[in-house]
């Protein structure tokens, strides 16, 4: 074993999942460090069994006596009026002790820093951070740990460990889902059950088919399995193991939190040459859950079809039984006194704590004395409680005695006095209420500051093809042209102004996924996007965070995946110097109204993305190309959904069969006051794009009545929301 790995052996931890009760209680019993779990609201698996309330709080003593940990899921985007209601929710879970929390929504992170700020806060896998520049960006603003994206590589890993110094949680076993965590929008759009509130209807586990080939499995990806890593996970910097299951069974918590435990260990005590990996091991941990078949995932290979799970294995799940287990108990130590004409005194130690009780007074034994046998006996009958004594001294003067019951009742009552102290460590005062009125004022005031952001009476345009790009520059209706940066070569970018009229601005729209293929563009280009652009639109706060450090001071717009759902997370990116936000693409006309859109552009047409994906639909069906290239996957209904290869950043865009169209709702939209109408263009021709145009600017800006050609369009969640 390195050095670094001995010096970190402490840290590493086994994050097991407990989607109930019976589950965190043999993730515990197979060795668990710390457990994740949900409780009855704002969790990323509402459909598991998850924990109430009284079980919760259990659940975080039950834990804490045995010296591990557990962190709360709250890892869905919040609406405003959900927000208004976590205090009330996390109160009492804060109050016994809570470890942390995992959060997805940047408003429920603003909130929790704020409000409960001694209640570390852990970014969740949802925020989709894949480099160095967003786990640092969340560190300055007071994460402990990050749950990086599960696509990214070992390297990358040991890059955030080494510059951030924070916690690393990464997934080592479990479903692996085939889009970034976090980008995600294909169930909620075809379905309404949003994977960003915690219903995902898991649309990726269903056949497709590409120009009429046989349906197969092209979205599913094998289950992760990197037991047989484990030195190559420790050495990279990983802290926590997490293993992925709060939607399965015991049975199967228990056999792989287990063998992870085991292997971890054995690691820790033997280093890379004495680590292997048992055959039999290993065919208990794959035999464990065969639905899929098992891969190693990201961590050394960027895609590919060995990764998908076209065909599912043969043979059945061999779980293991869970075997009986008792609840763990604590060992302590006692001395039991008992003097003639004193009150019963019992002394208890338990690691460092102490505690002293007293009962009721001795008596003199009248006809038969108590003796030492019978005492101990009794005593140590401490049956579910946490503890276990491990040496008990009895210590009896004269002829005594003592009813059993006033034994019984003094044991209970200083093994409860003992577990009160244990846990008075854990245990937090209130946080005062008044702090969360100051904290929403404070929100509506920076949120506020948006109302100062004029609004364009114009359009803001996205474009893909440099065909979009010729429709859209010189005309009347565009004042904002968002040029995606795949539009043309990056040394091309001073060409696109030359094109524009002396009104319209030039914003340059980012990648979806920012890692090192970008950073290497972005830097060798910086100067050419200062001079040709009058800002950016960024997708995630990997942009964000390599802008600043440029000093970069030009106008910041967001694209919807920099979810704001709330006003607490409106204020977040005000206060990050973002110009323009745009609005998130699941909430209804009443919620946007709620949430507020001066400062926001709203969507108003356009093939929405579905999915931004590492895997490559085109090298997993065909070949890699190493060029971009648009083709359709086609569902069992025969929708057939656009896929774009971004190879520049090796990702691909999966879009909605039809594009969103809003013309119709145009009087509800102006009341809605957003400070820009966005039209998007995917794959519409030049000429498309200027009907487009003409059409939206008719109605929305001339009053006229118009209409588009017979087509299938969506009116997108403006309608429905998601629950």
Known sequence: MNREAENRHNHIEILAPAGSYESLTAALAAGADAIYAGGMRFGARAYAGNLDEEQYLRAIDEVHLQQRK???????????????????????????????????????????????????????????????????????????RIVPAREISLEEVRRMKERTGLEMECFVHGAMCYCYSGQCLMSSMIGGRSGNRGQCAQPCRLPYSVEGKKPQDLMSLKDLCTIEMIPDLIEAGIDSFKIEGRMKQPEYVYTVVRMYRKYVN?????????????????????????????????????????????????????????????KKQEKIKGVFTLSEGSRAKIDLCCREVSVSCEGAEVQKALKQPLDEKRIDKQMRKTGQTPFTF????????????????????LRRESLGLLEEKLLEPYRRTSESSECVETF??????????????PADERFTVRVCTPEQFEAAAGREDVAVILAESTLCEAKEWKNLREKLSDDQKLYLAMPYIFRKRAVKLFEQYYAELKKSFDGVMIRNFESLAWLKEKNYTDEILTDYNMYVFNHSGKAFLKQEGISRFTASVELNGRELKDCGLLGGMLSIYGYQPVMITANCIQKNTRSCERKPSLLYLTDRYQNRFPVRNECSFCYNIIYNPVPLMLMKQHKEIRNLQPSALRLDFTMESGKETRDIINVYGDVFLRGRNAQLPEASYTKGHFKRGVK
């Open 70 to 144: 557990i962190y709360m899921t709250v890892n869905t985007l919040l609406k405003d009026y959900e927000l208004a209601e976590l205090y009330e929710y996390l109160l009492p879970y804060y109050r016994q002790g809570l470890d942390a929390v995992i959060v997805q929504d940047l408003g429920v992170f603003s909130f929790i820093r704020e409000v409960f700020p001694d209640l570390p806060v852990h970014v969740s896998t949802q925020m989709t951070v894949t480099g160095e520049y967003g786990a640092e960006f969340f560190g300055r603003k007071g994460a402990t």
């Open 266 to 326: 054995l690691y820790l005590q033997k280093g890379r040459d004495g680590f292997r990996v048992k055959p039999e091991d290993l065919k208990t941990l794959e035999n464990a859950y065969r639905r899929r078949g098992y891969m190693k995932g990201y961590y050394q290979c960027e895609n590919g079809r060995s990764m998908l799970s076209l065909k599912r294995p043969k043979g059945e799940e061999q779980v293991e039984t869970l075997p009986e287990f008792s």
């Open 440 to 453: 929403f004022e404070r929100q509506d005031e920076i949120c506020h500051e948006y109302n100062n952001v």
């Open 390 to 409: 491990d040496e008990l001294e009895i210590h009896t003067e004269g002829s005594i005695f003592l009813p059993m019951q006033a034994i019984n009742e």
